[in-house]
């Protein structure tokens, strides 16, 4: 290959057709996704954020889909489960306790407040 010489070789894709979930927005630019890769599971999922609403989002495409993302440019992060999920001290613990009664209690306070 001459020096100097770039070869492209991704798609040349610059926007990516995808349903906003908050608004009737159909096209997003690549620039704004992001890859997830959970190494734990060996799953991915995409994320972007929309142009209109600046709301995030997330869809889980078939592997094809998300490929063809990874080779028109888009940056992929690796992540895992948080270790406690796997500690035993730790597993099988409900990690949020709500006393349910006191939980409504505060509510009905909290809309009475309101109400005044
Ligand atoms: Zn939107």
Redesign the pocket.
Known sequence: MPPGFHMEVAPMVSTVQVA?P??D?RSVAIERFLVHYCVDVDEYTVSFR?P??E?C?SVRPDRTKVLLLITAGVPVRNWALPDELTDPKRAGHDPVAIDEDEWRERVDDALRDLAD
Do not use: E, P
């Open positions: 906003c908050d608004c927005l929309c209109v609403c709301r989002a």
